[in-house]
């Protein structure tokens, strides 16, 4: 191999596209939606870099659009979890033996395919299959999945750098070995680009992975296998199969080369699996790493010399953005009373504008929330607030799911501050309000601080430095994210790096060297050069 200490290309944050009326994006984005929506697609699963196919096959329907079938998907079983992880156990020798600069340019290659000639292509499939319209898929699906896969490469450069100093004679080495085993990287629905980082980043380190999507994001998954195969990613080093997460638990977590888990999705299934794998820790040839970006009760906390303004755009945009279904999601505001009419009043005014529908209308706001059990459940809980003494629904309160499952845009008004919907994540268009007394400005924060079990997201409004200071030091342990006079979603790779404490996850920060480094095992390898042949030091010698 030719050798060299190579300089990466210059690595930066993709740029967003408008989509705007007129621009040549929008055009090829539209007849991108045309396209797939004639077709009959048939999804295999990739196992070895092999299509699979199977006889249980399963629908994919658009969420706004349940009546509409798009196609089929593969589904698997126990065997194929098996299959797969043989697959990957098999790439791993010739994978980790792969110099950094050819992993690298496989994840460059792959973004820059993104970025060109299969931008339509992602944003359209995010779109139809999760429900994001426009500008919601772009920031996902092109250009956090981007950053993910660019600035990856960067930040295994930051840690191959990081190497330990020698004394004369000696030359010490770090060498940042993958994990022994495979990964198991099991992703959510609501986001392209973690499902594509989850087995993504630990795959440029090395290792080799057995991928679980969800099963309402399997149409883009099937499109990040295809990209990944053509910027030359060897067979068997990402294996996607479709199956339930108990089948592909079973296996896994039994499995005595189960190295590590990446996963994002909901605090109860991580809590669970978490217990089984240190149940079953003795099974394990070494201690598996365990990364999870979990739930979320994210917060805007408004101070009494808050703009309303400010804060009702914060709420439209940072509660109802995607249907509410980002683990950033605003879904509990404490506004204090005598900011609490204007900001009502503006949130309504937003609202009445905002449009809810399908997402080939790109006019549409928001659009439908991913399933039959999420819409049952939200309905469920504007229902009980409509019927509730503690609370009232203030503005939106309907919902449709004759055509798509639709939620429109929903502001609860909590009567007391422990009401059900100001402490459990609900992961949809509704947010729920608390008004205090500025006075009572203490015991609020130390609701905000305690009735939750999470600690992802967080944002205060505020125009009082003095109160700025304040609110940023005692809510420092209630976000990994946390807002200076801005809503609380859209954290951008390399600017805001992502992740929660407490019931949020382990935060390891998705595309930060800190991330990186847990899919490494680093060795360390003393070299002496004239290596000793006395056995004695010069201390015990006679005088
Ligand atoms: P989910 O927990 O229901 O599912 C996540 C994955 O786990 C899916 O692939 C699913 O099939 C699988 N799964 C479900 N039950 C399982 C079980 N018992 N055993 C094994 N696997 C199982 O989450 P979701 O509904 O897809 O996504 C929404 C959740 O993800 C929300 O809680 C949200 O806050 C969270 N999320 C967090 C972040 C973050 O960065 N903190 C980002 C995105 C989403």
């Given amino acids: 191999m030719p050798k060299g200490v190579y300089k990466l290309p210059d690595i930066k944050n993709e740029p967003i596209l408008s989509y705007a009326p007129g621009t040549a994006e929008r055009v090829s984005l539209k007849q991108k939606l045309a396209e797939l929506n004639k077709g009959e697609v048939d999804i295999p699963m990739i196992i070895d870099g092999k299509e699979v196919r199977t006889n249980d096959k399963r629908d994919i329907r658009p969420p706004h659009n349940h009546q509409q079938l798009l196609g089929h998907y593969h589904q698997g079983d126990n065997s194929h979890v098996k299959m797969a992880i043989d697959a990957a156990l098999k790439a791993k020798p010739a994978w980790e033996a792969m110099s950094w600069e050819s992993r690298a340019a496989i994840f460059l290659k792959a973004a820059d395919l993104i970025a060109g000639p299969y931008r339509s292509d992602f944003n359209a499939v995010t779109m139809i299959g999760q429900s994001k319209n426009a500008f919601q898929s772009e920031i996902d699906a092109v250009c956090e999945l981007i950053?993910?896969?660019?600035?990856?490469?960067?930040?295994?450069?930051?840690?191959?750098?990081?190497?330990?100093?020698?004394s004369p004679g000696v030359w010490n080495r770090m060498v940042w070995r993958p994990l022994e085993g495979f990964i198991f990287a099991l992703s959510p629905f609501n986001f392209t680009s973690i499902a594509a980082n989850l087995g993504g980043a630990p795959a440029l380190m090395g290792n080799t992975i057995v991928w679980k999507p969800s099963k309402t994001a399997i149409y883009s998954a099937y499109l990040i296998m295809k990209v990944l195969k053509e910027a030359g990613l060897p067979d068997g080093v990402i294996n996607l199969v479709y199956v339930g997460g108990r089948e592909a638990t079973e296996v896994i977590f039994n499995h005595r080369d189960f190295a590590g888990l990446h996963f994002t999705g909901s605090t109860a299934v991580f809590n669970s699996m978490w217990g089984t794998i240190g149940k079953n820790i003795s099974k394990y040839k070494s201690y598996p790493r365990i990364v999870g970006e979990t739930g979320g009760k994210d917060y805007i906390f408004a101070e009494e010399t808050a703009d309303a303004k400010q804060v009702a755009t914060a709420i439209t945009r940072g509660a109802f953005e995607y249907q509410g279904q980002k683990c950033s999601a605003a879904s509990r505001a404490f506004i204090p009373s005598n900011i609490w009419e204007e900001t009502l009043k503006f949130v309504k005014e937003d609202l009445s504008k905002v449009k809810t529908g399908v997402v080939e209308d790109f006019s549409n706001f928001v659009n439908a929330v991913i399933d039959e059990d999420s819409f049952d459940k939200l309905a469920k809980a504007i229902d009980d607030a409509k019927a509730s003494p503690d609370a009232e629904v203030v503005c939106g309160g309907t919902y449709d799911k004759s055509t798509g499952y639709f939620i429109h845009p929903t502001l609860i008004q909590a009567k007391t501050p422990d009401y059900i919907t100001m402490k459990e994540e609900l992961f949809g268009p509704i947010l729920t309000v608390y008004v205090y007394e500025p006075k009572d400005i203490e015991q609020t924060l130390d609701i905000l601080d305690s009735s939750t079990d999470y600690a992802l997201t967080g944002a205060i409004f505020s125009?009082?430095?003095?109160?700025?200071?304040?609110?940023t030091s005692r809510l420092m342990h209630t976000a990994g994210n946390f807002y200076i006079n801005d809503k609380p979603t859209g954290a951008v790779v390399d600017q805001q790096p992502f992740g929660g404490g407490r019931g949020s996850g382990t935060n390891d920060k998705a595309g930060s060297v800190l991330n990186l480094l847990r899919w490494v095992s680093p060795q360390c390898i003393k070299e002496t050069f004239v290596t000793a042949t006395d056995y004695m030091y010069p201390n015990f010698l006679e005088e």
């Fill in 463 to 471: 125009s009082d430095r003095y109160m700025i200071e304040k609110l």
């Fill in 147 to 166: 950053d993910f896969y660019r600035y990856n490469v960067k930040n295994m450069m930051e840690i191959y750098k990081m190497q330990p100093n020698s």
